[in-house]
């Protein structure tokens, strides 16, 4: 037999010797990775039940509340119920969608929430600052918040536009058909709210301590030429 035919032998045995170590490799490590998989699945279903029962039984699944804060001035810690959501059509990436406000403050047994469900989704929430020139850090006197369906496209649904003060303890209705919350301010113990409704902007204006409303009126924008 002559030596070409013998080291080809070899090299074919070679070959079919590295061929079964890379393909036991490759099957190793599809299995790790399907382990750790099952094993997250798993891990996964054991800590949902330990998390905090915020919703009904029926509720959906990817509700999650945030860490709470401090709001700057009070006494009143808040955190948002949120709901994570995949992207859709051709986007990348997905987003999360406020769902609710909860506000717990020292010395009460029972926390507060915005709104009665999780139906809805908080597009705008702005904290307003009392206009104390010396204060530090600046204290919040009440929250503005705009509440739309759980719609898309958000952007041109209309809400509810609501205020309230730092414990959520008294909420009042600003306007319904509400497109946009522009500014909530205040100055001289005046909350002051710019909104769109009905393709005009609004300017509505409520007691910064009681929240009871003391006026609204229609801000005309001349046309364009």
């Not at 013998?6 to 074919?12: A, P």
């Not at 001035?73 to 406000?101: C, E, I, K, P």
Request: glycine fraction near 8%; charge should be neutral.
């Amino acid at each position: 037999m002559s030596r070409s035919p013998r080291v080809f032998r070899y090299l074919w045995r070679v070959n079919a010797v590295l061929i079964f170590v890379a393909a036991g490799t490759v099957t190793l490590g599809a299995g790790a990775l399907l382990i750790d998989y099952l094993r997250s699945l798993v891990t996964t279903k054991e800590e949902a039940p330990s998390g905090l029962l915020v919703a009904g039984p029926h509720a959906d699944p990817g509700l999650f509340l945030t860490q709470a804060t401090l709001l700057p001035g009070t006494r009143v810690m808040r955190a948002s119920l949120m709901v994570d959501r995949a992207a859709s059509g051709f986007s990348s990436g997905g987003h999360s969608d406020t769902r609710n406000l909860l506000f717990v403050e020292t010395g009460d047994k029972t926390a507060r929430w915005l709104l009665p469900d999780n139906q809805h989704v908080i597009e705008d929430t702005t904290d307003i600052v009392a206009d104390e020139e010396d204060a530090k850090p600046k204290r919040i006197v009440a929250v503005a918040a705009l509440v739309k369906p759980s719609v898309d496209p958000r952007d041109v649904a209309k809400g509810r536009l609501l205020l309230c003060d730092p414990a959520g303890r008294r909420i009042v209705e600003v306007a319904e058909g509400v497109r946009r919350l522009h500014v909530a301010s205040l100055l001289n113990g005046e909350v002051s709210l710019l909104y769109e409704r009905d393709r005009h902007l609004r300017v509505a204006r409520f007691d910064a301590v009681s929240l009871a409303k003391r006026g609204e009126e229609q801000v005309d924008v001349p046309q364009l030429r």
